[in-house]
């Protein structure tokens, strides 16, 4: 519901239909919102995932920031960040979870992925060439109309102010707002779009942590009582070496003595018997 009209030479944006403004904001109950929404009140592809949600009454500037967008990301790149035709055949509740989870690929990317003929024609259309085109939106513009789509509105801008305080940046080659996301938020995403896998993962690294700690604290344990068996049967060597070298000594003295009984006798052959053993 966005036209160009041309006035005094200059091409002028109009908004042409305010009617869904007026009825989110008309005093209706959430049934009759709810039953609108299952009528898809509003154009899928340019609404925001708040304003998709099933019954839901909390839709402000924000909502609008994202239609913003998408209007954006389509001049952009030639198409909407999702398939109308796509969300059209997915029902109510397959709309609803592509609005809601999907990550919608950066202008640049999308521009990658389309057909050589049709990016040719995209490229001319914006009166440049598809690798001139693809350079010029990667970067600055790929991040200012992401953070205009962001699924977490308070991520987004808060005015449509914003949005275009950004652009101007960007155009006068200045630093933008927009930055890409940092890796803690996207895991954070990640992690909330998979709660089930993330969850099921999470369960099995714990089983394997557990059991891990349990065969090391089983290893130790058999470990110390290997080292002190050592210890015990060292000791016990040690013994009996001692008791062998104390025996023998011992065997020695009694024969020195026989000898000496023997020498005193007069035997001396007998006592040069027992010197030789």
Known sequence: N???AVHDGVPVPKVIDFGIAKAINAPLTGETLHTRFDQLLGTPAYMSPEQA?????D??????VYSLGVLLYELLAGATPFDPKELSASGPDGMRRILQEREPPLPSA???????????????DRQTDPGRLISRVRGDLDWIVMRALEKDRIRRYDTANDLAMDVLRHLSDEAILARPPGR??????LVRRNTAAFSAGAAVLLA???????????????RVAELHQAELREVAENA?????????????????TQSVVLLRKGDLEGASGILDK
């Open 110 to 124: 999308r521009l990658r992925s389309l057909p050589s003929a049709t990016l040719s024609k995209t490229a001319e």
């Open 59 to 64: 839709v402000d500037t924000r909502s609008d």
């Open 240 to 256: 009996l070496a001692n008791e062998a070298d104390l025996r023998q000594k011992a065997e020695s003295r009694e024969m020195l």
């Open 208 to 222: 394997l942590v557990a059991g891990l700690g349990a065969s090391l604290w089983q290893y130790r344990k058999a």
């Open 184 to 189: 803690i938020y996207l895991l954070g995403k």
């Open 2 to 4: 966005v036209l160009v």
């Open 53 to 57: 949600e099933r019954g839901g009454l």
